[in-house]
């Protein structure tokens, strides 16, 4: 089931998200965040424009996703989203991801979005296989932007037009 997170789901969204940096290449974030770190994010994203949504299963959260503006504040861009994706390391590879991106891709278009933009670390070749198994075409690359402790990598984008 997928549905808006709600404030208790916080604790499942930073596990998550703390796999996600504990992988490596999955996030530009590489130190562990707390729920503290994240409550703020979770109360802006608990909105209809932008929000936050989680895969359940089983009463547990085992993936989510978020919506968020691209480059806040330039009203050229205000049809345009960003969005990004996480699934608990437990359940990969069980089209949870792919669920979750098909769900959100249907609600940017009935919240009247026109391009939904994915950014992609270079080597998450899972993440770049799932965006365009849902219909999204590499756009954009910027080359070596991201540095991990002397591992330098680029980032794609990805984008679908609705």
Known sequence: ???????????AIVTIYNQAISAGFQTC?????????KADWLKK????????????????????????PYREGRAALKNTVEISYFVNEQHLGRGIGYQLLRYA???CRKLGYKVVLAIILEPNVASI?????????????????????????????FGIRL
């Open 29 to 37: 974030f590489t130190t562990q965040i707390r729920p503290d770190d």
């Open 1 to 11: 089931m997928i549905r808006p997170a709600r404030m208790s789901d916080l604790d």
């Open 129 to 157: 296989k799932l965006a365009e198994k849902c219909g999204y075409e590499r756009w954009g690359y910027l080359p070596g932007v991201a540095d991990f402790d002397g591992v330098v990598c680029g980032q794609y984008y």
């Open 105 to 107: 891709t249907d609600l």
């Open 45 to 68: 994203h608990m909105c209809d424009e932008h929000p936050v949504l989680v895969s359940e299963l089983e009463g547990k959260v085992v993936g989510w996703l978020s919506l968020g």
